[in-house]
């Protein structure tokens, strides 16, 4: 290391050593020594260039790779043996270090990811989660830095915040008697003001959907899902799907019939997400069937007229054609909707076998202000979809499709050549 003196070096080689973790055997003790050295910010910084946008010019960098390889270590279950207390130390000392700044213009996690402190406790997760796995108990410093993090108010309790809301699926699997019993701190009265709510967000927004969270806040969560946060709804159909308590199907139905009129785009919104969930290669039946069961009832329902967003189940390859189709056109009658789902929805009713239904589709959709790519791709096509649909030349359907297209211009009598 003595000719790796300036922390521009130092730090490309710990980013170096950090990449090759998982492929090598990793020296602990020395990098560690690095690691404690650096942290120390042992000498002052020499320029290396004009302007120190060209090199490190000082050590903040260099203690940031340090720790990363700290993280990088723990996640590749390196063992840190007799040196484990001081790699832990050194996180819990940056992690609790808030004298630098935030980036208060970006959101919680950005901010918090871009941050020494917040960035530091979001590497204790990792290190901890590793020691767990080699049958160590969590250390108590783990749990006042837990602490220390949800009292924490303002911008620094929002990044705090958001480190443990995107690791609260984890944190409530390695302590579960701490989640149940801080829930109150988590979200709730015990939560400094207006972050109890953000923590429910933040927690939606970057986790995986967590039974556990919509059970224990339900209130918070469907606030979330009226202010359209993102991930919200896509999580809300998943817990309809799941069938978790006070998300089955009754429930979910009453809940967006009785907001349609202050959020009028909410049902379409869960039109949407579910749609998109049971568009899964894999979707089981039963999902395609609650799916369907909500957007019939929904068409039934004071929320009839804004379901747009129900026609993207054209998506999904799993649901039959012509219960598809005859869905789609109840949807589109009712609701006058359009959007990008069209297009998809055209290909689908063009597709063979043609049916009475999908040609109700074709009608449905031509009848509506079309984008001019759209009328393009339905005016290259349509000919091949009626000379399929030959058979059906006298059901409604096809004369209603073949009157609309000749209303749109979009096809026209062939002059007959002369004998």
């Known amino acids: ?124 997760v990792p290190f901890v989660a590793s020691e767990l796995r080699a049958d160590k108990p969590v250390r108590a410093e783990f749990i006042e830095l837990l602490e220390f993090a949800l009292t924490r108010v303002g911008n620094d309790g929002e990044e705090y915040r958001a480190v443990v809301a995107r690791r609260l699926g984890w944190l409530r699997h390695a302590l579960p008697d701490w989640t149940d019993d801080n829930i109150g701190l988590l979200f709730g009265v015990d939560a400094p003001p207006e972050l109890a709510q953000l923590t429910v967000d933040l927690a939606i927004h970057w986790g995986a959907p967590n039974r556990w969270l919509f059970e224990t806040a339900p209130e918070m969560v469907r606030s979330a899902v009226l202010r359209d946060t993102k991930q919200a709804v896509e999580h809300f159909m998943v817990a309809l799907l799941g069938d978790w308590p006070g998300y089955r199907f009754d429930d979910v139905v009453s809940f967006i ?61 799993a649901l039959d054609d012509e219960r598809w189709a005859q869905l789609t056109v109840r949807t589109i009658e009712k609701s006058h909707s359009g959007g990008r789902w069209r297009h998809g929805a055209i290909v689908r009713a063009m597709q063979v076998p043609v049916s009475r239904s999908k040609l109700a589709v074709l009608n449905a959709i031509v009848r509506r202000p079309l984008e001019q790519w759209e009328r393009y791709h339905i005016g290259e096509h349509i000919g091949e979809v009626l000379d399929n649909a030959a058979d059906l030349e006298q059901t409604v359907e096809y004369q209603q499709l073949d009157t609309a297209l000749r209303e749109h211009d979009m096809i026209r009598d062939e002059p007959k050549e002369d004998s």
């Open 257 to 317: 019939t009785q907001h349609h009129g202050d959020y009028p785009d909410l049902a379409s919104k869960a039109g949407t997400r579910i749609s998109h969930i049971v568009s899964d290669d894999n979707i089981e039946q039963r999902h395609i069937d609650t799916a369907v069961q909500l957007w019939e009832t929904l068409l039934d329902s004071t929320a009839a007229s804004a379901l747009g967003g129900f026609c993207w189940m054209h998506r999904a390859a």
């Open 1 to 124: 290391m003595a000719k790796l003196y300036h922390p521009t070096y130092i730090t490309a080689y710990l980013q170096g050593v950090k990449e090759s973790v998982a492929e090598c055997d990793v020296p602990v003790d020395p990098l560690l020594d690095v690691i404690a050295l650096v942290d120390t910010a042992p000498w002052d910084v020499a320029p290396l260039a004009d302007s120190p946008m060209d090199y490190e010019a000082d050590w903040l960098a260099t203690r940031r790779a340090g720790l990363d390889l700290i993280v990088a270590m723990a996640a590749a279950d390196v063992q840190f043996g007799d040196r484990s207390d001081q790699a832990w130390a050194l996180l819990y000392i940056a992690a609790t270090d808030t004298a630098g700044e935030s980036w208060a213009p970006m959101d919680p996690l950005t901010r918090a990811i871009n941050r020494d402190c917040t960035r530091a406790f979001d590497a204790a």
